[in-house]
């Protein structure tokens, strides 16, 4: 288990590639945390040393102090969208409790790509959005819509209904994507939201 110091903020997960790909650069400063041999690793023991570790930090310890920085850790580069002259395509990386469905294009990147151009975003089959809007408000009850989240991603959703269930739209998985060359033509769910510019 990690434990990373970045840009003012501590954050504590497993050793699995996340850390990297949630900051989206190597962490500044990262220890590993000691886990007991003959202890049964459930989620309970792991929430117990991380809250003995943040602990510790709160407590005026340093990190270096708290764990063993002699460590080296799993990395995972961040998704990012694919690009053309005219279109973009992006992951959905994320379906919160809502149903919202979070695509891996960030609001920079689309104006980048964008230029002032007109533009469709297209997800399914034949499910299309043209506008932006600021809230989910902008749209009738039961409408689709996109907008870019507070952290500033791509959002699918419906106003006060479930985009991921209706549209049968399904998070990104390393594992579905080296599988998906196997049966991508029979799946009912889609992990891909194109957008065309004109």
Request: a negative charge; charged letters at 25%; glycine letters at 6%.
């Amino acid at each position: 288990m990690l434990l990373a110091e970045h840009n003012g903020h501590y954050i504590g997960c497993a050793d699995n590639g996340l850390l990297t790909m949630i900051l989206e650069e190597l962490p500044q400063k990262v220890v590993a945390l000691t886990l007991d041999k003959n202890h049964q690793k459930n989620t309970l023991y792991c929430t117990t040393v991380f809250s003995k570790a943040f602990n510790e930090i709160i407590n005026g310890k340093t990190i270096e102090q708290v764990g063993d920085s002699a460590v080296s850790i799993q990395v995972k580069n961040p998704l990012r969208p694919l690009l053309g002259n005219d279109w973009m395509e992006g992951q959905i990386i994320f379906i919160d409790n809502f149903e919202n469905v979070i695509v891996n294009i960030t609001r920079e990147e689309f104006e980048e790509q964008r230029r002032g151009r007109s533009f469709k975003i297209v997800f399914k089959r034949d499910e299309v959005i043209d506008r932006i809007s600021d809230t989910y408000a902008d749209v009738q009850e039961g409408e689709k819509l996109a907008l870019f989240n507070s952290a500033a991603y791509l959002e699918i959703a419906i106003n006060k209904g479930n985009a991921a269930g209706l549209f049968g739209l399904q998070g990104f998985s390393e594992k579905q994507n080296q599988a998906q060359h196997q049966y991508l033509n029979n799946r009912l769910f889609y992990q891909t939201v194109k957008v065309y510019f004109e």
